[in-house]
């Protein structure tokens, strides 16, 4: 069945850049996404690539997919305090559009 | 708008009791799903419905039922409690576009603990 995998947490200094990694397992997934979680909250959409892309870039958050690797990554340029959350990868895992999500990065983000 | 809204916020059950989350959505979306979220597990999916009326189970069916009588609206219920339904449950909603990325909006959870 579909897995995909992240690291547990990750811990980075205010403004240097974050990088999350991911890596999935099903080739014809359309679509990837990054839904970032804070305490206490649901979980946001951040972004997503669309699987003919190979980066994206949103303001300081930059995407890049490798597909013959299978693996996207997050990079968070200059990171604020308030990045600090959970961050969870999430693949589209069947032809109805239902997502399967990692176990999520944990990012605490240190002064 | 609300946008995706969870009730209860918290909630402490026996073991064997029942109770029954609600999740409303005011984006008329036609897809709404039910999560589980367990630490170091990420998100399960335990029921989802395409629209109303319409239900269907994902990973982690067993021990709910759901209901969507309404469009807006989408039932999780527990039977029987068991403290390995001890979790936070979200709640999620969307239009259900195939041709192009459907963001998935998220309630803010239910924390359910069950004694």
């Known amino acids: 069945g579909e897995d995909v995998e992240q690291s547990l947490f990750l811990s980075v200094r205010e403004g240097d850049s974050s990088v999350i990694n991911c890596t999935y397992t099903?080739?014809?997934?359309?679509?990837l996404y990054w839904y970032k979680q804070e305490p206490g909250a649901g979980l946001q959409l951040l972004t997503y690539?669309?699987?003919?892309?190979d980066m994206k870039q949103d303001q300081r958050l930059t995407v890049l997919l490798n597909k013959k690797d299978k693996h996207l990554s997050l990079r968070i340029a200059d990171t604020q305090t308030g990045d600090s959350a959970i961050y969870f990868c999430?693949?589209?895992?069947?032809?109805?559009?239902?997502?399967?999500f990692g176990a999520g990065t944990q990012v605490v983000v240190t002064p | 708008n609300a946008g995706v809204t969870q009730t209860p916020k918290f909630r402490v059950l026996k073991t064997g009791q029942s109770m029954t989350l609600l999740c409303a959505q005011d984006?008329?979306?036609?897809?709404m799903y039910w999560y589980r979220q367990d630490p170091g597990m990420g998100l399960r999916l335990i029921h989802y419905?395409?629209?109303?009326?319409?239900?269907a189970k994902g990973e982690v069916p067993d021990g709910y039922n759901v209901s969507r009588l309404k469009k807006q609206n989408f039932l999780l219920g527990l039977e029987s409690a068991a403290p390995s339904q001890t979790s936070v449950y979200f709640c999620?909603?969307?239009?259900?576009?195939?041709?192009?990325?459907?963001?998935?909006?998220f309630g803010p959870g239910t924390r359910l603990t069950v004694l």
């Open positions: 690539i669309f699987s003919n892309m």
């Open positions: 419905s395409v629209g109303e009326g319409t239900t």
């Open positions: 984006m008329n979306h036609e897809y």
């Open positions: 999620a909603s969307s239009y259900g576009r195939r041709v192009q990325a459907d963001t998935q909006y």
């Open positions: 099903d080739s014809s997934s359309t679509y």
């Open positions: 999430a693949e589209v895992a069947d032809s109805w559009g239902k997502l399967q």
